[in-house]
Each structure stands twice: as C-alpha cells, then as structure tokens.
C-alpha cells in the first residue's frame, strides 16, 4: 500500500528561475530547493503549472528534476508532473521519467480537448495501468476548460486504490471537494491547488496544500497548513489572513508572474518569464512590494 501521508501537508509548486537571458538559473533552483526545505516545507512539486514547464524543452524538464534531487538530497518527496491532453504523449512521458528518487507524479486532467468525464476517466486509467508510481489527479478548470467531477474523482480514487491516491483540488467549488471528502476511500488525499482556500479545505477535512505562495513564503505558509491540520484554528486563521493580501494580490496577473514579482521582491530570483509570459505591472509589482514589507 502506497504511504499516502507522503504528500499530506505544505507541498509547494515550484518556480523555475530563470536568468535574464532566458536560460534556467541552475543555481538558484538549488537554493530555492534547500530554502523550501530548510523553512518546512513537507514535499516539493517539480513541473507543475507554476513552473512555466510548457517553455522548457524534454531535456530541460530533465536537467529540472534532476538539479532538484541533487539539491533535496532526500530530505523530502518529490512529486513530478507530468500531464497533457494527448493520453500517449503522457504515457510516454512517463515511462521515459527516472523513478529513482521520486515519489509521486502529479498530472493534470486534460486541456483544450475537453474531454467527456469518460475520456477523462478513461485518460487516467490508462496513465495509472502504466506506473508504479502514485498519481495525484490535477483539477483546475480555469486552465483546461473542463471540469473533472466528483463522481469521476471518486471513480478513479475507487477503480485504482493504491495508484491514485488523491486530487489537487483547484476548481474553487467547496460543495465538489467536500463531496469527494465525505465519498473517498479511507486514505485518499485531497489537497488545495488553491491558496485562497487551503484554509476553509483543510477545515472541511482535507489533508494540504501544493501551494504557490508557498515559494515565497514558505515558512508562513507551513506553519499554516500544519495549524490547520492540527486543529489550531486560531493560529491558522492569523496565518491565512497575514498572507490574505499577497494571495490576492500575486494572482492578479496571473501565475507565476506575481509569485516572481514576490521572490524577486525578496532578492531571491530574477523576475523572468519565458513568453507568452510577462512580468506583472508596475502598478501590480509596486503593490506586491509594499505588501512583503508587512511580512519581515
């Protein structure tokens, strides 16, 4: 049996820094990995949305995974993401991924085609008939235009006990992922995509966060999944709304150009992004400035 609680706490989706000429910055992505660890951060999440990872190519994908194991020198799980919306490309992908050192793939229903909930269940079946690998569904309709139900969620989690062992949540729908919670099989995940509402998530019984705010904040952010998840709502309310502001705020101009602006803020990062990507505005940059001046 898969040991799910792996990935039950503050995962992050991590950024891949960039230098100003547009080459991944190598030696930033370790620091940031060895920061993300150091400030509590449980697992981390390689290749996912945040990481712009449609701008880097197959062998840059690879150099990523393989900077961030170095890096994490197994101190935490990793989670790879690996998605897409033609099903072969991604069991390709998959099978041409290095197990070792990995603990988990995170994969994202897919895009533009806007499947049927049958194609849906149909395109995660075959993707779990073909790891070893737990896989963590990815719902986030604002991305892919469709929505994977819960009745699908709990389909899957059901048909693939020990493969598919939970959901990233980020449809924004509380009644659907309180749905799925009250419905999953005993030690199925569901964890925010959403850092707006990881809070009211955790409260209703889920189990985390694969965060984005988490890459700049990660100690803030830490700290307030493991008081959710604890029962310390008191403590966890005072994190959620220290960091309120910032959520609202990085997300503005989409993800992760504010995340970015955030880090570069910081003195973390370059604020770089790969096309069609763009930095945040002056107006937004300046408003995400004053806003991490509140958090020292």
Not at 26 to 37: K, N, V
Not at 38 to 46: A, N
Not at 49 to 64: Q, R
Request: aromatic share 6%; charged share 20%.
């Amino acid at each position: 049996m898969v040991e799910t609680a792996l990935f039950r706490g503050a995962g992050v989706a991590m950024i891949t820094p960039f230098q100003q000429g547009g080459e991944i910055d190598f030696d930033r992505l370790m620091i940031h990995t060895d920061r993300l660890i150091d400030q509590g951060t449980g697992y981390l999440v390689v290749l996912g949305t945040t990481a712009e990872t449609p701008t880097l190519s197959a062998d840059e994908k690879e150099d990523v995974i393989r900077c961030v194991k170095e890096a994490s020198g197994g101190r935490v799980p990793i989670m790879v993401g690996v998605g897409g919306n033609d099903t072969k490309a991604v069991i390709e992908a998959i099978k041409k991924t290095d197990p070792g050192d990995i603990h988990g793939l995170l994969s994202v229903s897919p895009y533009y085609n806007r499947p049927s909930q049958e194609g849906i269940y149909q395109h995660y079946a075959a993707i779990a008939s073909v790891t070893e690998l737990p896989v963590m569904l990815y719902n986030v309709p604002g991305r892919t235009g469709s929505n994977v139900s819960a009745e699908t969620v709990l389909r899957l989690a059901s048909d693939f006990e020990g493969t598919i062992i939970g959901v990233k949540e980020a449809s924004g729908n509380l009644e659907q992922v309180m749905e799925i919670i009250q419905n999953r099989p005993k030690g199925f995940l569901v964890v925010s995509g959403d850092d707006a509402i990881t809070l009211p998530m955790i409260a209703a019984g889920g189990d985390g966060a694969i965060s984005v705010i988490g890459n700049a904040y990660p100690a803030i952010t830490s700290l307030l999944v493991a008081a959710a998840l604890d029962g310390s709502y008191d403590k966890s309310r005072e994190l959620h709304y220290m960091l309120f502001p910032m959520i609202r705020a990085i997300f503005k101009e989409g993800n992760p150009a504010g995340v970015k602006a955030a880090m570069e803020t910081r003195g973390w990062i370059e604020n770089v992004l790969r096309l069609p990507l763009i930095p945040v505005t002056s107006a937004l940059h300046q408003e995400i400035v004053q806003l991490d001046s509140k958090l020292q």
